[in-house]
DNA sequence: TTGTAGGCGTTATCAG
DNA sequence: CTGATAACGCCTACAA
């Protein structure tokens, strides 16, 4: 591996003129920076970003924690943010917290190890003692999809409460009142608001909620279908079913099939989540239609803003709005409803921003 | 920022001692360690990995460029390689090349300069001038998913060949003749492999393959729609499909409905690569599944040991094969059947070996 | 317009 | 068993 002294020696010139000619940082003579040019490709040169970095402590690189990489969900999630990063001149360095607090923190020690400039989180667990230092040292650090309200950091969301208000309320719509829900891994926060939105829109249809319809289906595939037959197994069955998310959707679906009940004829399903292929599923399924790759992008955005300001006393909060995609599951229909976010919407992406 | 020096000076030893500490690299009496661990813990000192790596020349990282990380084959991929990378001690940089060269490009000179110890990449184009040096610069190198057999370099391959032949001659075997072929992106070795099995299947049913079948999905959703539009159009309809990876089939089964074309009444559909929602689209699709976190796991650890070995003078090639889940997109039926690879499968992962 | 030299934080060698 | 010291490759005053 060639160095910059290398380069310097061959092409007859100091080392800094050669540090200078890689980085267009002062005015080198064109005889000079061509000698130069022509050493670097003579000799193979590769500038060492690690030295580079040393000296300059900042190493261009963001950290990015992910809970759950195989959900596709979190997928989109990572492209909005590896293309928000690079097109900033930054790298990503992946991780996947398999929803382990402990995972997550021996990631969040090692990126910082690795001196990233910032961190983005979807935080696994609650506020534990690590994530506290790390705020309380005042880095950089981001956190997307999930909220830990204990802890002043700048956060991206979606509109969780509403999104699951405005599934339930099609369903209520449509004259359901037992409207089972299958709700995600406990003690999150997207979990808690989805919840919520669903109590809010039975409560509007003055009926409340009922404990036994609620069933938890830990944000996964197989989750999901258990939580189906535990609400298929109840005394007086639900007529539909409200999901959380895209895969315990599939769960839902497959138990039903399982049980031959035919949507939305035996059951009408709405979910949380969108999926690429959900024009191709049988029955075309209603959802709402979250903005995954956008909860990326903005969030690896707000990340680079939180570094180049330092951050301000009161963190920044996005919420990021969904769609209601109404198709045929819950009953036949048409069309799309956008949401009204419970901030208000600002922008033709259903963008919405609250606090400093 | 705390340093090696800091915690030396306030546990009152030397900056080696600290960094034998830390690193367990030799003997210290357990009083010194005990104080220094203390003075690090009141620091809150954190080892800069940076600068290790400019030591040591060793960053523990490795770089994965992959061309699409929004398809879900390749977000398994990607699981398959963060978890063996995190289990031997190495973090990951994820790079999305857009099946852009240019891009691709890019990225690995960055992930050079970023120093990271070894490459795992499927190459979005041919063997251009960059890629050629850093084979010839005997960089640790792991081709996945594609193979550019121009250059000497340890692939991990799936059984193409072997896949679409298994697909087809299900079709064939079933009794179709006309079988239309929705093919991937032109150039890479995936798609011609896949449309070699497919004609392979076509020859042994003794018709051979009828050129006007053929069309371009390019590996997307929308080029699957139109490749099947085109099919459709044809003068003699195929009545059958084989749809040449995931999102393509997806593509293809929206176009069918579109035209009112039920499956598999009035089309018969396989397609490669299987959903995790596999049984719950109606119809349930045949498919033959490849194995995509066994892909990107096999390639991690492939990568780590051509790391530590040195490269051999002949690269060591992976191959990998599918199953073929027969469900009830071609006719009903029940099952899986393991595909017969081209080179012999040697353990229950269907895992095979062949080369050096 | 260019060169010299010191230091970023760590590890490894060599003495003691 | 422990410490001093040089070096990894680069950047950036400062000097010329």
Redesign the pocket.
């Known amino acids: ?8 020696r061959r092409a ?9 000619v ?2 267009g ?5 064109d ?3 061509q000698r130069v040019l022509q050493a670097m490709d003579e000799l193979g ?8 970095s ?4 900042r190493s261009n690189t963001l950290g990015l924690i992910i809970s759950d990489i195989s959900n596709p969900f979190f997928a989109e999630v990572i492209r909005g943010a590896e293309d928000a990063a690079q097109a900033n001149g930054y790298t990503l360095i992946l991780c996947n917290s398999d929803e382990d607090p402990a995972k997550e923190e021996t990631y969040l020690r090692e990126l910082r190890a690795k001196r990233v400039d910032g961190l983005l989180l979807t935080p696994a667990g609650q506020a534990h003692e690590y994530l506290r230092k790390l705020v309380r040292a005042r880095f950089p650090i981001v956190f997307l999809d999930r909220d830990i309200s204990s802890l002043p950091v700048a956060t991206v969301l979606l509109d969780n409460e509403a999104a699951a208000y405005a599934a339930v309320s099609h369903l209520v719509r449509l004259g359901h009142r037992r409207i089972g829900a299958i709700s995600g891994r406990p003690f999150i926060s997207t979990t808690m608001e989805r919840l919520a939105g669903y109590a809010r829109a039975l409560r509007e249809a003055a009926d409340g909620v009922d404990e036994q319809l609620v069933a938890s289906g830990s944000s996964r595939i197989d989750g999901g279908a258990n939580a189906t037959e535990q609400l298929l197994a109840l005394d007086k069955r639900p007529t539909a079913l409200f999901s959380g998310n895209n895969l315990m959707t599939i769960g839902a679906l497959s138990a039903l099939a399982a049980h031959g009940l035919e949507v939305p004829g035996d059951m009408a399903l709405v979910g949380i989540d969108d999926f690429p292929w959900a024009d191709v599923l049988r029955p075309r399924l209603t959802t709402v239609a979250q903005p995954a790759y956008d909860l990326g992008r903005v969030s690896a955005e707000l990340l680079l803003k939180v570094m180049q300001a330092g951050l301000p006393t009161v963190p920044e909060r996005v919420v990021l709005s969904g769609t209601l995609r109404v198709r045929e599951s819950c009953g036949s229909h048409l069309g799309g409803v956008a949401i009204q976010a419970s901030a208000p919407s600002v922008d033709g992406t259903a963008l919405s921003r609250a606090g400093a």
């Open positions: 591996m060639k160095t910059t002294r290398d380069v310097a007859g010139v100091s080392s800094s003129t050669v540090s200078h890689v980085n940082s002062r005015f080198v003579s005889d000079k920076r040169y590769e500038p060492n970003a690690v030295a580079r040393l000296k300059v402590s």
